[in-house]
């Protein structure tokens, strides 16, 4: 709705415009631009009276105040309406752990997801899961560090263990490589 008011609004002070422009360079219909100017004479004196130009000052410093709020203005409305389009994320059930770039338009995130870790490659194409740990798992892998438990105290990490698969950080890196580059 306010989309709309402030749509309405731009679109009338455009069309002011354009008609006052319309006029202001229209042709004129008295007897054109030979008409001479009956200017006064001004004297010497008069331009050198301090506090003159006090006014023009004045008339300077409101037109500035007056850019100033039309920016903020203009500024707080697409703001606002930055923030009714976005969605806005509840919980805590997703959260980024770490991100290692590799290369240009090239990462490996650890993703938490409640207790499983999800670590994943991104790229200019899309988002490949590469493997899924528990938390015992990701605590031997050492890919994350000891967790806090809600009394404020370090929780002892799992004790490691090797890996029954065998795969290695390098050997996720080497087979996100093999899917991202571009050959």
């Known amino acids: 709705m306010r989309l709309a008011r402030l749509s309405l ?4 002070a455009l069309t002011g415009f354009l008609l006052s422009a319309n006029a202001a360079f229209a042709k004129p219909s008295g007897p054109g631009e030979n008409t001479p100017l009956n200017l006064p004479v001004q004297s010497s004196q008069a331009s050198s009276t301090p506090g003159a130009n006090g006014g023009s000052l ?25 923030a009714s389009r976005e969605e806005r994320s509840t919980g805590t059930g997703l959260a ?3 991100t ?9 995130h650890l993703v938490r997801s409640g207790r499983d870790y999800v670590l994943v490659g991104a790229s200019e194409n899309g988002v490949t899961p590469i493997r899924t740990y528990s938390e015992e798992e990701a605590l031997g892998a050492g890919l994350i ?37 571009r050959k």
């Open 9 to 12: 609004a731009a679109s009338a």
């Open 58 to 82: 004045v008339r300077t410093f409101v037109g500035l105040a007056i850019v100033i709020a039309v920016i903020y203005g203009v500024y707080w409305v697409l703001k606002q309406v930055k």
């Open 96 to 98: 980024s752990v770490a």
């Open 100 to 108: 290692l770039a590799l290369g240009p338009n090239r990462s490996v």
């Open 145 to 181: 560090g000891e967790q806090v438990d809600a009394a404020g105290e370090l929780e002892a990490p799992a004790p490691a263990r090797p890996q029954k698969s065998g795969i290695l950080i390098k050997d996720i890196i080497d087979e996100m490589r093999r899917r991202t580059v």
